[in-house]
């Protein structure tokens, strides 16, 4: 199985920051690889895909980058309703398996 | 809209077995690929597997193999998660969710549904 690793794990961060969060793959995975945003007692949302690719309707402010096994998540200017815990996903080969998340907390 | 609704809560003992139903609307069931992920109380996520409900292929992650089952029902738009012989640490929100291929995210969810092992 694919093991992906997220870093940090938490992180504590102001309205208007930009922060970045990576996702490492254990092997390629070309591109195959999707971010997910999950706030408390609701099923997760779809940010980006294949890397890159922006999801319809989802602010322009969320970017993501990267190939073969590292990755990134960028927020650029941080919203309060960005706070939530974040999860990036390899669709390469299945398990599809998930990072352990990051919980984006305000400071 | 395009949305799609899970089956309610569900209170099981340890060794019995649930099923899960995921209704798909506003969109063609057999269009798209239906995963399932379930996610243990204060834990993250956890694939469990998919089915193509165009041609009832089906494929899970390794873990489960041998305790779970998805099928569907075209007729009724509705995709099926059967896990057996559960034990408290089954205990989890069971989610569905549709992709159009791997290439593509998981776009569309259930609203989740909770369930219990306990005895």
């Known amino acids: 199985d694919i093991q992906m690793t997220q870093s940090p794990s938490s992180l504590s961060a102001s309205v208007g920051d930009r922060v970045t969060i990576t996702c490492r793959a254990s092997q390629s995975i070309s591109r195959y690889l999707n971010w997910y945003q999950q706030k408390p007692g609701k099923a997760p949302k779809l940010l980006i895909y294949a890397a890159s690719s922006l999801q319809s309707e989802v602010p322009s402010g969320f970017s993501g980058g990267g190939s073969g096994t590292d990755f990134t998540l960028t927020i650029s200017s941080l919203q309060p309703e960005d706070f939530a815990t974040y999860y990036c996903q390899q669709s390469y080969s299945t398990p599809y398996t998930f990072g352990q998340g990051t919980k984006l907390e305000i400071k | 809209q395009v949305q799609l609704v899970q089956s309610g809560a569900e209170l099981k003992k340890p060794g019995a077995s649930v099923k899960v139903s995921c209704k798909a609307s506003?969109?063609?069931?057999?269009?798209?690929?239906i995963h399932w992920v379930r996610q243990a109380p204060g834990q993250g996520l956890e694939w469990m597997g998919i089915i193509n409900p165009s041609n009832d292929n089906t494929g899970s992650a390794q873990k489960f193999q041998g305790r779970v089952s998805m099928t569907r029902d075209t007729s009724a738009s509705t995709v099926y998660m059967e896990l057996s012989s559960l034990r408290s640490d089954d205990t989890a929100i069971y989610y569905c969710?549709?992709?159009?291929?791997?290439?593509?995210?998981?776009?569309?969810w259930g609203q989740g549904t909770t369930v219990t092992v306990s005895s």
């Open positions: 506003g969109y063609t069931l057999t269009s798209y690929y």
């Open positions: 969710a549709r992709s159009s291929g791997s290439a593509y995210g998981m776009d569309v």
